[in-house]
């Protein structure tokens, strides 16, 4: 079984920052895509950020220079450092990752419970 945790959400004013940390725990083989995405209410889930095992990073264009995606191959850990927050920026960040089982090592994805970032005054 597989887990991933996010931490690090809260309230902010605008043009602050936060970090959001996930770790993802279990029987894990190894984990190839990890990545943040966002639901703002009456929204569709959309990609923040995604970085690849080779350090290889993807950005949505509404966080491009705002917010960094950084991972720990060694902690299977990615966090993402956003600033300059706007309150567009509100919404339940969840991590996801590409994960190899021990188990069957078929690639699944795995998503975290979220973590609510509000950006307001």
């Known amino acids: 079984q597989v887990q991933l945790v996010e931490s690090g959400g809260g309230l902010v004013q605008p043009g602050g920052s936060l970090r959001l940390s996930c770790a993802a725990s279990g029987s894990i083989f190894s984990i190839y895509v990890m990545g943040w995405y966002r639901q703002a209410p009456g929204k569709q889930r959309e990609l923040v950020a995604d970085i690849k095992r080779d350090g290889s990073t993807n950005y949505a264009d509404s966080v491009k220079g705002r917010f960094t995606i950084s991972r720990d191959n060694a902690k299977n850990t990615v966090d993402l450092h956003m600033n300059s927050l706007k309150p567009e920026d509100t919404a339940v960040y969840y991590c996801?990752?590409?994960?190899?089982?021990?188990?069957?090592?078929?690639?699944?994805?795995?998503w975290g419970k979220g973590t609510l970032v509000t950006v307001s005054s």
């Open positions: 996801n990752a590409e994960v190899s089982p021990i188990a069957t090592r078929t690639v699944m994805d795995y």
